[in-house]
């Protein structure tokens, strides 16, 4: 996928120049809400599956069959194992908030596969594309200095993570990463705080943490659950999969450009495998 950079950043050398320096004071523009910029279009939300669900519940049967059948092997072993871990996910935050109490934020790609099956399953998901946090030489408290976020915080708005349609929502906003530093789930809390987004309507979750912690209950389970750590989540693998684009921090105004690209067939495949898996299970509720 192609993001064209922006002129006013160096990535390779990571030499910033500020783009408010005509300013006195940096603004902060995920502190800001944009009223009337919703981009939702006929109710769909960015990266959701409503269209691969539409377009599976449309196919018959055979073709379903002949469909599933031309997936590449891989292709189904990820969807599968991100049913196996996201049911162990959903599980515990059903468990915990109550089944309809909660919405899913998925952040970056990683957690994308567990967010996908959670969505299928019936659940509220979000899908907020920001990676790489830990690898600035800065803090996450300084990046609005460095570049305009006002694409970002619309779309932040238009998926519905601005303070007003959280508090309206009156659900938990669960915000799922897959950790080896926190800061990424650090600095995403901080800009939810402010965001002006209140903490009771917040939590930030580990996926990997998660998982870990069923792992100890469940032994006969550790196994399953350190290889989809290790190869789906430390490893990435799982972001060639789910179609949610691995959108680095310093070039997240760039988002109107990447909601314009394409599912590519990977991502195609993967999510009618996904749909497949929990149709024969019985579990496809969206």
């Known amino acids: 996928m ?72 891989e292709t189904k072993r990820a969807a599968h194992d991100s049913m196996q871990a996201a049911r162990i996910v959903k599980g515990k935050l059903d468990k915990k908030y109550g ?23 019936g659940g509220d998901v979000r899908y907020v594309p920001i990676s790489s946090l830990r690898d600035v030489q800065f803090s996450y408290r300084e990046l609005p200095e460095y570049q305009d976020y006002e694409n970002y915080s619309k779309f932040l708005d238009s998926i519905g993570l601005d303070r007003n349609d959280v508090i309206k929502s009156g659900k938990k906003h669960v915000f799922c990463d897959y950790t080896c530093s926190g800061i990424t789930l650090n600095a995403v809390q901080y800009y939810a705080q402010r965001r002006g987004i209140p903490d009771e309507y917040t939590d930030f979750r580990s ?41 680095h921090c310093m070039l997240v105004n760039n988002i109107d450009e990447v909601l314009k690209t394409p599912q590519g067939k990977t ?13 024969k299970k019985g579990l496809l509720k969206k």
């Open 99 to 121: 089944k309809d109490n909660y919405v899913f934020v998925s952040i970056g790609t990683s957690p994308a596969g567990v967010a996908k099956t959670i969505e299928y399953m």
């Open 2 to 73: 192609k993001i064209s950079f922006n002129p006013q950043i160096n990535y390779n050398n990571f030499n910033y120049y500020r783009v408010n320096k005509t300013k006195n004071l940096p603004y902060d523009s995920f502190e800001l809400s944009f009223k009337g910029s919703k981009t939702k279009k006929n109710g769909k939300v960015p990266f959701d599956g409503s269209d691969d669900y539409s377009l599976y519940k449309l196919t018959p049967k055979t073709l379903k069959n002949y469909r599933f059948s031309k997936i590449p092997a």
């Open 207 to 247: 996926l990997n943490g998660m998982l870990a912690d069923y792992a100890l209950s469940n032994p006969e389970k550790t196994g399953d659950i350190l290889r989809y750590n290790k190869y789906y989540l430390e490893d990435s693998n799982i972001g060639k999969y789910t179609g949610i684009p691995h959108l």
């Open 267 to 279: 991502s195609k495949d993967f999510d009618f495998a996904l749909l497949y898996y929990l149709d």
